[in-house]
């Protein structure tokens, strides 16, 4: 099943207490964010970790700066999760964790987790997730290249 994200997220936000959404300064942790999706139901659990890359269109970059709209961004991620939840019941926890600040190449800037009874639903809410959140999310990241230059782009 291929899902489509919507340009607008607008199904009502449904909290789940067992979710967990951030945003940090500090480094992000792979296996504090895999701890949080755990669950005894979950037959599956899928973890997106988004990195910064050496690249961008043939360009080096040698670092990214990460701003945020931090209040905003935070209802986002619970908007994301009441839309996986909408399409796929049975996903347990739904985790999303986004970096701020200067981050070198190789820096983890976002993790999301998804715990499900099954690894198909898993994978799909996941993918969901990176691209609502791309979509939707007020983050901003500053491009650092090599040569000095920089340049502002709407993340993620």
């Known amino acids: 099943m291929t899902s489509k994200v919507p340009t607008s997220?607008?199904?009502p936000i449904t909290a789940n207490t067992k979710d967990n959404?951030?945003?940090f300064f500090a480094p992000l942790s792979l296996s504090e964010v895999?701890?949080?999706?755990?669950d005894r139901a979950n037959g599956a659990i899928v973890v997106m970790s988004g990195m910064v890359r050496n690249q961008t269109g043939g360009q080096p970059v040698v670092a990214l700066e990460y701003q945020a709209y931090e209040p905003m961004a935070i209802q986002v991620f619970k908007q994301i999760a009441s839309?996986?939840?909408?399409?796929w019941s049975d996903v347990?926890?739904?985790?999303i964790h986004h970096r701020v600040g200067r981050l070198q190449v190789g820096e983890?800037?976002?993790?999301i987790a998804v715990g499900c009874?099954?690894?198909l639903q898993a994978f799909e809410a996941c993918q969901y997730a990176?691209?609502?959140?791309?979509?939707?999310?007020p983050i901003w990241k500053k491009e650092w290249y090599e040569d000095g230059q920089w340049s502002w782009t709407k993340c993620c």
């Open 108 to 111: 983890i800037s976002v993790l």
């Open 21 to 23: 959404f951030a945003i």
């Open 9 to 11: 997220l607008n199904y």
């Open 34 to 38: 895999y701890d949080l999706a755990d």
């Open 92 to 95: 347990n926890r739904i985790v």
């Open 130 to 137: 990176i691209d609502a959140l791309k979509d939707n999310a």
């Open 83 to 87: 839309e996986i939840r909408h399409q």
């Open 117 to 119: 009874p099954h690894r």
